[in-house]
């Protein structure tokens, strides 16, 4: 009887907390007027009736009560962790009705990469449920032309910024002194494969890109940094919604070490050490220093929150406290001297000034980015198929790396164990049957290649031991048909002119 009970409230989508409770009362309901039918007189029946309301009126109050109590346990996780994981499968489609978020997307890219902005517009727009402003931060005006393409392809509003004034060395810094520091890295046997442009555009993104008119009219960013991006799965919720709703500040999907953290450790973080003892009220209180140092903030541990997807509220990245430390870190000329980036320093900055509740991990976005010579760098796809199928998703769940370095010794785990929040082991589970499976099943083909190899190199040993025995056949045969009577003609001949002789 209980499972019809529930089977009827999960049609009409009861919460399942509320099932089992409503089922048992249901029944008690049911068993108390069989109980009082079968005992009682017909005189009595609405003495029963009578009763029988009196315990719906119970049961009714007791449902409310339930009511009240699971929705104060929501709250209070909510209070308790108001940073609680938001992944995909979990956050409804955006309501229609709501305001959509004051943001823009970035995005730093070439005039001359035409193509790849047109393709990467007509994705995002016909990708994302959602709609935002688009900065396109390029290196010279645009054409009246593309400018208009560009809008063509958007709903929103498509501003173009030239941002070539900000792509240069330092006043005080020469050419000589940073080929002199990537030699000397060189040596070292580290090898800076950026580029000076890439450089020029790290350092504008610490400080000078917030500084941007264009940005104030908004409250939120979101940068992708540059055109030659995939958005893999189609988004069904907005982050930057998220983000305004909870009030996050900081959000992020990659968070990983830098590539040479050990010649960070010694350079930048005894820099930052320095700016934390000359400028200690500029620390927050409740700061989340514990992210990017293992040790009490003796060594910094090399995990950056990867620029590119980053979510960022504009009023953190004007504000005093982060001009003044991103100023401070930049005159140190890390970005080109040696291998600082501008992940690390908004990771430190962030770091230093927020508290651990104003960071939001978002997970399954779905984005792709590639470097200069189209090399996949981060990868983001839902491990679940049914995420994959819902969000009509375009990747291999074995390709994506969001969880590449573990889930107990990477930055990312670092950054759930502080919160005290649950790790996907399932997903990750998944992912790494599948990693399992696909290395049995590449395991199973080089198996089968060497099989037939094997077989191939039989097939050629026969064909060559039938060719031997057909070639020494013909051999016999030539001697027959052609030698021998050969010889026997000579040796007739020698026998005609002996007896000629004689």
Request: proline share 3%; hydrophobic share 35%; charged share 25%.
């Amino acid at each position: 009887m209980i499972s019809y009970i529930l089977r009827c409230f999960q049609r009409i989508k009861i919460p399942f907390i509320l099932q089992r409770k409503l089922s048992l009362a249901v029944v008690l309901v049911i068993l108390t007027s069989v109980l009082i039918y079968n005992n009682i007189s017909k005189e009595d029946y609405s003495k029963s009736i009578d009763l029988i309301n009196v315990q719906i009126s119970s049961l009714n109050q007791r449902i409310e009560s339930w009511k009240l109590k699971d929705q104060s346990i929501e709250n209070a996780i909510v209070e308790e962790n108001p940073s609680k994981l938001l992944p995909i499968e979990s956050i409804k489609e955006p309501n229609q009705e709501m305001t959509p978020s004051n943001a823009v997307i970035v995005i730093i890219t070439k005039n001359s990469r035409i193509s790849d902005i047109l393709k990467m517009l007509h994705t995002l727009e016909h990708r994302l449920s959602f709609k935002h402003d688009y900065a396109l931060l390029v290196e010279s005006t645009p054409s009246k032309e593309l400018s208009m393409m560009a809008q063509s392809m958007v709903s929103s509003t498509v501003h173009f910024v030239n941002i070539h004034q900000y792509l240069r060395l330092p006043e005080d810094l020469d050419r000589s002194k940073v080929k002199h520091a990537k030699d000397s890295l060189k040596h070292k046997g580290i090898k800076d494969t950026r580029s000076s442009k890439t450089k020029h555009i790290q350092r504008f993104n610490v400080l000078e890109m917030f500084n941007l008119e264009v940005f104030n009219q908004y409250e939120y960013f979101w940068q992708l940094n540059d055109a030659k991006l995939e958005l893999l799965c189609s988004l069904k919720f907005d982050p930057i919604e998220v983000m305004s709703k909870n009030n996050k500040i900081i959000g992020f999907e990659f968070f990983k070490k830098h590539e040479f953290a050990g010649n960070l450790e010694y350079n930048i973080w005894e820099n930052v050490l320095k700016y934390i003892d000359d400028n200690p009220r500029e620390i927050s209180n409740n700061n989340f220093i514990d992210l990017i140092s293992n040790d009490k903030a003796k060594t910094y541990n090399g995990c950056e929150l990867k620029t590119f997807g980053m979510i960022g509220k504009l009023k953190f990245f004007k504000s005093n406290s982060y001009q003044k430390l991103a100023k401070y870190l930049l005159e140190q000329n890390g970005i080109y001297l040696n291998l600082w980036s501008d992940s690390a320093i908004y990771t430190i900055a962030a770091s230093l000034l927020l508290s651990p509740y104003d960071f939001q991990f978002f997970q399954n976005l779905g984005f792709s980015n590639y470097d200069l010579k189209g090399n996949s760098i981060l990868r983001s796809c839902p491990i679940e198929s049914d995420i994959r199928i819902n969000n009509r998703c375009i990747c291999n769940p074995i390709n994506d790396n969001v969880w590449e370095e573990g889930l107990n010794n990477g930055c990312l785990s670092q950054y759930f164990e502080l919160l005290n929040f649950t790790k996907p082991n399932d997903s990750i589970s998944l992912r790494k049957e599948l990693i399992e499976n696909q290395e049995r099943q590449k395991s199973y083909e080089l198996e089968q290649l060497e099989i037939q190899k094997q077989l191939e190199t039989m097939e050629i040993a026969k064909l060559l031991e039938n060719e031997k025995d057909e070639s020494l056949d013909q051999s016999k045969q030539d001697i027959n048909d052609q030698i021998i009577p050969n010889i026997e003609q000579q040796i007739g001949d020698v026998v005609e002119r002996y007896e000629r002789y004689d």
